[in-house]
């Protein structure tokens, strides 16, 4: 039985299904979709450009085909793959995952040019980089600079974009910051800290000044819902000179989970009705990684899409998932033997097809325990209790929504959701 937080539900937006005539529909459709390409046009430097199409969208297309055509001979190796360089931090905010009080540690600068080597092999050039806080680690430039052929986004809390620091990547060109901002400064700095929400703002007028393709990471919780999926957040960062906005939903994880931040089944609804209207009427790319081109759950993990490296080269299911069986230094650092012989990662996809489409941590938390027990996963988060904790989590819907899928209904997110990856789907 599915047991779950009760909070307030977001009133309505007036605009959700609300139907309208076709032809004013395309209309707002074709105005959105010019005022999109304006702002790409105007807002990025033509390095930034350019590389952001042929690094990105280009290579990453190719990612996708390379991805598929592995899939049907039964070949596991991801398009992409989240890389957690270091697990320190200069904030604590509430329901984070990672350890930062215990020891310290960088992933080394050889197993992350492995890491990227092994993926060009398999036409793999797009690479999340995350921590704790990515820009702490010292080498993140000269592994920018030295995989130019490759493409970087960095999940960040955005306090580290100094004029120095935004003019090397507007040189660079190869990287797209996403800034984590949990709502407006209330409810950001409950969740991050007093002040942060300034700070961050400070970097993305930098970032905007120079012209640099950047988004927006927020995580919909019981608490922000409704504000952070309001018309008037998403126009606040269109405002800043952001590009793309990508939604997350929380997950209580970690030694203090903060329960009261979780969603409930009637908010995913809605927050799934409401994406579709952002989508239809807004001059930004608005991301999920939830949801496929006809409205099904998915979980990248289990599909084989993505993984997440921790600092000490530990190959996990997902990045708040820091049990592994296998490391980058496995199979003398051959990544396509050491993912396709993996009992732990085949083993979990097998084990989310016969329970679910969603999210197992949500779902099933006790059952995965047993499973990442059971297999002898060592645990890499650097806390005493993982496991327990674990164990610990009460049951809770996640995004699967059997009976009440809703798909993409704008013709440029089937199509993305459908060709593209990771963060759009590329599942059709």
Not at 379 to 391: H, I, T
Request: one cysteine or more; a negative charge; proline letters at 5%.
């Amino acid at each position: 039985m599915m047991l779950e937080t009760t909070v307030a539900e977001p009133s309505p937006s007036p605009t959700v299904g609300a139907s309208q005539p076709p032809s004013r529909s395309f209309m707002r459709e074709q105005t959105m979709l010019a005022s999109m390409a304006w702002r790409a046009a105007t807002s990025l430097s033509p390095k930034v450009a350019w590389k952001a199409a042929y690094l990105y969208a280009f290579k990453g297309a190719k990612a996708i085909w390379s991805y598929k055509r592995r899939l049907g001979k039964g070949e596991l190796y991801p398009p992409f793959m989240f890389i957690a360089l270091t697990n320190t931090c200069n904030l604590r905010c509430h329901g984070c995952w990672v350890e930062k009080e215990g020891q310290g540690y960088f992933m080394g600068e050889e197993d992350l040019d492995k890491i990227i080597e092994s993926g060009k092999k398999q036409n793999a050039y797009y690479y999340t980089l995350l921590g704790g806080e990515p820009y702490l680690f010292k080498g993140i430039w000269d592994i920018f600079e030295r995989h130019s052929d490759c493409y970087f986004q960095t999940i960040t809390n955005g306090m580290l974009f100094t004029e120095e620091n935004v003019r090397r990547l507007k040189q660079l060109g190869n990287v797209t910051p996403l800034i984590s901002l949990d709502g407006w400064q209330e409810q950001n700095d409950l969740r991050r800290g007093e002040g942060v929400w300034k700070a961050a703002l400070e970097g993305l007028d930098r970032l905007k000044e120079a012209k640099i393709l950047y988004g927006i990471a927020t995580t919909a919780t019981g608490l922000n819902m409704h504000e952070v999926m309001s018309d008037e957040y998403v126009q606040h960062f269109i405002d800043r000179g952001a590009m793309y906005l990508w939604y997350y939903v929380y997950r209580p994880m970690g030694e203090e989970p903060h329960t009261e931040y979780c969603v409930s089944k009637e908010q995913l609804i809605w927050m799934r009705k409401r994406l579709l209207e952002l989508r239809r009427t807004q001059p930004i790319l608005v991301i999920d990684t939830y949801w496929t081109a006809e409205g099904e759950a998915f979980c990248p993990a289990a599909m084989g899409m993505g993984y997440h490296i921790g600092p000490r080269g530990s190959i996990e299911i997902c990045p708040a998932l820091s049990f592994a069986t296998d490391t980058v230094q496995d199979a003398d650092g051959d990544l396509y033997d050491t993912f396709n012989d993996s009992r732990f990662l085949r083993g979990f996809q097998s084990f989310v097809k016969e329970r679910t489409k969603g999210c197992v941590i949500l779902e099933h938390p006790q059952e995965l325990h047993d499973y990442i027990r059971d297999v002898g996963a060592q645990d890499f988060s650097g806390r005493d209790a993982a496991f327990d904790e674990l164990n610990a989590i009460t049951p809770r819907h996640s995004h699967h929504l059997p009976g009440e899928e809703i798909p993409e209904d704008f013709w440029l997110y089937r199509l993305l959701k459908k060709n593209v990856f990771f963060g759009m789907g590329a599942l059709g």
